[in-house]
């Protein structure tokens, strides 16, 4: 028996159906275990496909690019392993410190600078010209 705080007789709760439920699904673990395995192994059946482009055309590159670095390689001929000297001569090298310098000079403050003044531009042209279209629309009624 029940009793509240102000001294009545409360009634007994009704019984969980979750309890139920969770004693039904017990006795169907093997079942549940199946349908999980089968599902994992639909989803990467399903992913397969885009796996093996991301590695064909991402990972297998970039694995030759770092492995190209560490050689000579001429055009024409066998490579020749260098080791990190290609990346020792980078600092010291006058034609990536000039290009450097322009890309610096024009590219990025092209993207930075006239980038965003070209877009604030074209927002201003969009409103003028949708202010055109609401003007001529406004008449015709």
Do not use: C, K
Not at 13 to 33: K, L, M, Q, W, Y
Not at 86 to 96: D, K, M, R, S
Request: charged letters at 10%; glycine letters at 10%; proline letters at 6%.
């Amino acid at each position: 028996m029940n009793r509240s705080p102000g001294g009545s007789v409360a009634a007994a709760p009704a019984p969980s159906t979750t309890v139920t439920a969770r004693v039904r699904r017990r006795g169907s673990s093997r079942a549940n275990g199946a349908l999980a395995r089968r599902r994992s192994l639909t989803g990467l059946l399903l992913i397969s496909p885009a796996l093996l482009l991301v590695g064909v055309f991402f990972l297998w590159p970039l694995g030759m690019t770092v492995w190209m670095s560490f050689h000579r390689w001429p055009l024409l001929g066998t490579p020749e392993w260098t080791g990190l000297d290609n990346y020792a001569a980078i600092p010291g090298n006058e034609t990536l410190t000039v290009v450097h310098w322009i890309y610096n000079s024009t590219f990025a403050n092209f993207q930075l600078g006239y980038g965003s003044a070209l877009s604030v531009l074209l927002l201003v042209l969009l409103l003028i010209v949708n202010g055109v279209q609401l003007f001529l629309l406004r008449d015709r009624d």
